[in-house]
């Protein structure tokens, strides 16, 4: 059963520590997108990759925000430093060129 | 700026009755439109999609009607079951410019808590 794999699942973490979150798209997938989901913004799109290549990330703090692919199995979303206002639920989503993206079960982040 | 949103943030339904959720979108350039249902803890999972050229899509008791001229977007599940409590996100793609077949970018709607009562 394909499926998109996330970790942590859940993460506590004190203000100013780097946080790194994982990713593994479906294999086969050439687009992966990391979401961001809080209360009261909804999803929100922070960064995609397809093929590996940055298309847009736009939608992330470039300041303490970085996302990568250091190969088409593996998608990181690190933040550095760590604030409270951070704390959401991130997740990450994979596509083919069919288009319907399935997303993975969710990063819990909590900053203190 | 435009956006997707939503009339109702909140639905309870008898079980076995339909239920009816609805969206608005305001970006006439959207051309892709996508009902996401997710439950507690879990990521959203993809229910039914349709593309601008069509009004109506039917899945397996769930219904997506789209009306273009007043931007409305809903999704009817019939015969609820408990099993579909969660919240439903309509989500609209804007292709980007000089992107090529399969690029998108969703925007998603705040989401419905759909409420089942047994």
């Known amino acids: 059963d394909a499926r998109v794999t996330q970790t942590p699942r859940d993460k506590v973490t004190e203000m100013g520590q780097e946080v790194t979150m994982r990713c593994q798209p479906i294999?086969?997938?050439?687009?992966v997108f990391w979401y961001r989901q809080t209360m009261m913004q909804g999803l929100e799109l922070l960064a995609y990759?397809?093929?590996?290549?940055?298309?847009?990330d736009s939608g992330m703090p470039k300041d303490r925000f970085s996302a990568e692919m250091p190969d088409a199995t593996l998608a990181t979303l690190k933040i550095q430093p760590s604030e409270p206002r951070d704390s959401a639920v991130y997740f990450c989503?994979?596509?083919?060129?069919?288009?319907?993206?399935?997303f993975g079960e969710g990063s819990r982040l909590t900053v203190l | 700026g435009e956006s997707v949103g939503l009339h109702l943030p909140t639905l309870s339904v008898q079980e076995g009755d339909n239920s009816i959720i609805n969206c608005a979108y305001s970006?006439?350039?959207?051309?892709?439109f996508i009902w996401y249902k997710q439950e507690s803890g879990k990521g959203p999972q993809f229910i039914i999609d349709?593309?601008?050229?069509?009004d109506k899509r039917q899945g397996q008791r769930v219904t997506v009607l789209l009306n273009k001229t007043v931007k409305h977007l809903s999704l009817q599940i019939a015969a609820t079951q408990p099993g579909d409590s969660a919240v439903y996100f309509c989500?609209?793609?804007?292709?980007?410019?000089?992107?090529?077949?399969?690029?998108?970018?969703?925007?998603f709607g705040k989401g419905t808590k759909l409420s089942v009562i047994p």
């Open positions: 989500a609209e793609n804007i292709r980007p410019p000089h992107s090529g077949a399969g690029s998108y970018q969703l925007t």
């Open positions: 349709i593309r601008s050229n069509m």
């Open positions: 970006n006439s350039a959207s051309d892709y």
């Open positions: 990759f397809r093929n590996r290549a940055p298309l847009d």
């Open positions: 294999l086969g997938h050439n687009t």
């Open positions: 989503a994979s596509a083919s060129n069919t288009g319907e993206l399935f």
